[in-house]
């Protein structure tokens, strides 16, 4: 997490602060119990905004709170998660559980399906569910332990935490200021430890279908739609890798279709820097040159004062 970010975050936090504590008479502890219950969207209720100009705030702020806080507090508990999530899978090594590294298997050695024989998929869905099991686990041990509820009670208080669900029924509003603020930082890092949990979950599904060739993986008849109609744009008789993949990701809507389009623009007018408009499936060195030639011109900052032959691999020795 950059010192910018720390920054941007702790000016949101006590800009709303400051503001509750003015316009609703809450005292700090309260007002960031308040912020970190709505940004995290459980909102149990316990504290709402009572005035039209606190509740116009509370409207507009949340939705800033939700992009910002979210895009940077995500990305911390997301690298907590994953050291978590690396010493567990040291943990399950040592019991003989361990994970196959599925890029240590040559691909022009290993077939697909030999690489599913070796996989065990329940492994790695219980590696992704580790951490989130481990914080819900502590966070519902706590609860049971201060609140003196009943484990059934602790138990659905988490979850219903985790999934942002937040009857109100619970609530930490009753507690000390430092337990208070303590509480809401838990309650986003269980929050953000389960949304991601979820999402490799989801992830390793999509990659075991995808292995075992349920989803995505083009069929013949589409190989051969794909062939004819390079043959028809004369772009050649065969399917190469990257129409390969492409056609995969698109199918299988595994990648967003604007963003690889935008992708494949950038590369053909690099591919064409020194072909004088001809199409071309590669970027040469010369492509490259060119490109460099283009930007010392233009005097961009940062670009290096080459010549073409030097980068080319023309240029004497120096």
């Known amino acids: 997490m950059s010192l910018l970010s720390l920054g941007l975050l702790a000016a949101y936090f006590a800009g709303g602060v400051q503001f509750m504590m003015n316009q609703e008479g809450w005292d700090a502890a309260d007002a960031f119990y308040f912020w970190c219950m709505t940004v995290s969207t459980v909102g149990y209720g316990d504290l709402a905004p009572t005035t039209p100009k606190t509740q116009a705030f509370v409207s507009v702020?949340?939705?800033?709170?939700?992009?910002?806080?979210?895009?940077?507090?995500?990305?911390?508990?997301?690298?907590?998660?994953?050291?978590?999530?690396?010493?567990?899978?040291?943990?399950?090594?040592?019991?003989?559980?361990?994970?196959?590294?599925?890029?240590?298997?040559?691909?022009?050695?290993?077939?697909?399906?030999?690489?599913?024989?070796?996989?065990?998929?329940?492994?790695?869905?219980?590696?992704?569910?580790?951490?989130?099991?481990?914080?819900?686990?502590?966070?519902?041990?706590?609860?049971?332990?201060?609140?003196?509820?009943?484990?059934?009670?602790?138990?659905?208080?988490?979850?219903?935490?985790?999934?942002?669900?937040?009857?109100?029924?619970?609530?930490?509003?009753?507690?000390?200021?430092?337990?208070?603020?303590?509480?809401?930082?838990?309650?986003?890092?269980?929050?953000?430890?389960?949304?991601?949990?979820?999402?490799?979950?989801?992830?390793?599904?999509?990659?075991?279908?995808?292995r075992h060739g349920k989803i995505a993986l083009p069929s013949l008849e589409q190989l051969e739609t794909l062939i004819n109609n390079k043959r028809n744009a004369g772009e050649g008789d065969y399917i190469s890798e990257a129409d390969y993949v492409v056609e995969t990701l698109l199918k299988g809507e595994l990648v967003d279709p604007q963003i690889l389009l935008a992708i494949r623009r950038s590369f053909y007018w690099k591919a064409n820097a020194a072909s004088n408009g001809k199409r071309n499936s590669l970027i040469t060195s010369e492509d490259l040159a060119a490109l460099w030639k283009v930007k010392n011109m233009a005097g961009a900052p940062g670009a290096p004062t080459l010549d073409v032959d030097d980068l080319l691999g023309h240029g004497s020795p120096r």
């Open 61 to 210: 702020y949340a939705i800033v709170g939700l992009v910002l806080v979210w895009s940077i507090v995500s990305d911390y508990y997301g690298a907590v998660q994953g050291k978590l999530q690396s010493f567990q899978a040291k943990l399950l090594k040592m019991v003989g559980i361990e994970l196959v590294d599925v890029h240590a298997l040559p691909i022009d050695k290993h077939t697909p399906e030999q690489v599913n024989a070796k996989i065990k998929y329940w492994r790695r869905y219980l590696l992704a569910m580790l951490p989130m099991v481990t914080l819900l686990a502590l966070f519902v041990a706590l609860h049971f332990v201060r609140k003196e509820s009943s484990f059934t009670e602790a138990v659905y208080f988490g979850v219903v935490t985790a999934t942002t669900v937040g009857f109100g029924d619970f609530g930490f509003l009753d507690e000390e200021p430092l337990n208070k603020c303590l509480a809401a930082l838990g309650v986003m890092g269980v929050v953000v430890v389960f949304a991601n949990a979820v999402d490799e979950c989801l992830l390793i599904r999509k990659r075991q279908q995808l």
